[in-house]
Structures are given as C-alpha cells and as structure tokens.
C-alpha cells in the first residue's frame, strides 16, 4: 500500500493513503490509535468524486456487512483508553452502535443537528444525524467542552432561560450536551473545497477538543475532504488517513498543503 503523501510539520507526522478502508485498517493493526473517525458513505446512492453512485447503493445486508468488517478492523487498530468515533445516520446507528456496544464500552449517542435532503415516503422530516462516541475501556482522554451562551442576532438578549444560573453561564461556560444544535452543514459553494459532502471544521474541532491526544495519532479512513486531518494538525496530532478516491485525495492534499503553509 503506498503512501500519496507523508508531511512532517512541527514534529507531527502526517500520512494519506489511497485504498480500501478495511484493507487500510487491517495494515495499521495494532498501532494504537488514540482516537478514530469513521464517517463511511451512507448507502444512499451518493456519487463521491471519481465514483459511480452504484457504488453506494448495494443491498443493505451487503453494506452492513462491509461496514461490520471495518469497524472490527478500527477496533483493532484503537489504542487501550482509545476514543472511536462513528458518523452516520440513526438507522445504521442503531445497527452498527449495537455491534460497537459489544466490544468497547458505550459513552455517547450524539444528535447532531445537521438539516439536509427532504421527507421522504411515511416517515417525519430528519434532522439529526448520530454520532455514536465509544472508547476501549476507560477513556484515557476525557475533556467536556463549554460553549458560550446563546444570544439572538438582532438585539443580543439570551435565547433560553438557563434555569436562575445566566450569570455562572456567562462566566464559566455551558457545559456542551449530547445535542449539538448549533453547527451549520457545509454546503455553500464558497465553503465547500468538493462536490461530495463533507463536514465543517467546527465539527472536528469539537471532537478533537473531548478526546483528541496532543502528540497522539489520529485516524480516519474515509477522510473525503481532509478536514479532520486539517483539525488533526491543528490540535497537534499525528495523523494517518485514507480515501479510496484519488480524487477526494487529491482535494485533501491541497487543502492540507495550504494549511501547512500557515
Ligand atoms: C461521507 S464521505 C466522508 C466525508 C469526510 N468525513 C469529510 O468531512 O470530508 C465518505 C468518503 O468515503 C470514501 N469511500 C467510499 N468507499 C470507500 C472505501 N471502501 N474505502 C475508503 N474510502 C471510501 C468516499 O470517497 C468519500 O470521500
């Protein structure tokens, strides 16, 4: 498997793959990984760059089946203490959280508020997707985020109530929930770096503050955009990711080579 791209920057090392995920995670068993993202395409017929949407479209049984073997693969690549994190919608998150919940120790399902695509057939209109947060053993990195209250745009007063606790929430913070509302999906032409989705930066950034690990390493093997590699870097982490188009890779690499010129 060769690597498309290795940066050394500030001391961290930074590799991109170009493979299959489950044969990418397979070749890194046993490295120990401090934390793992894992946001695998839906099954809902999507093209991704240099991909025919029939790709995304198989019979469940067969998508659940590939997707089980990955997530066996990133177990085996997680560090003792290791965070894994999947993004997905709640129907395969019950699915594959299930699986997960069998082998490392469950800590959050996370709503996250992401409003896209349309009601379809008998169903309500769906407005969350699951981030289903689980760590092998006692997490060995654990850090709540606080936020800043929320404030209405026009005339600045508070949007909720907080209970008689305004002014111990304005100076220490609102402890983050497992409901995060309050992040926009990137879908504008100007903020998207490709055709494909791909997740906002203030996501990532999120997940790295709860269980990223400075000096730790860092992988994603559906890394599409670059974005959590981007964040990875940031945060101090080494990071190794993968995509099995050379195209999303190739978006990734400028993204990260600019980055690294910052
Ligand atoms: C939902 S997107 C990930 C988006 C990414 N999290 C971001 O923020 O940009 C899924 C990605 O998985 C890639 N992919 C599809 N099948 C794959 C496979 N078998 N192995 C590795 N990557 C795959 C697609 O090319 C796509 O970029």
Redesign the pocket.
Known sequence: MNIKYRSKRKGLEGKLYC???RK?LQRHQGVGADLIFL????NLGKP??G?SRKLDKVPDEKYAEQILQVLDAAIDVLAEGGALYLYHVPKWGLRFGGHLQSKLQFKHWIAVSMKNGFVRGRQLYPAHYALLYFTKGEAATFNRPKLEITRCRKCGETTKDYGGYLSIMEEKGVNLSDIWEDLSPVRHRSTKTRP????PLAFYRRVFEISGVEDGLFID????????AIVAMEFGMNYTV????AD?LQSSLNRLRNAELK
Do not use: H, M, Q
């Open positions: 493979a299959d995920a990418f946001d695998p395409p839906f991704y760059p991909r494909a989705n791909e997740l093997p559906f890394v599409g955009s670059g974005a959590s993968n995509d099995i188009s999303s």
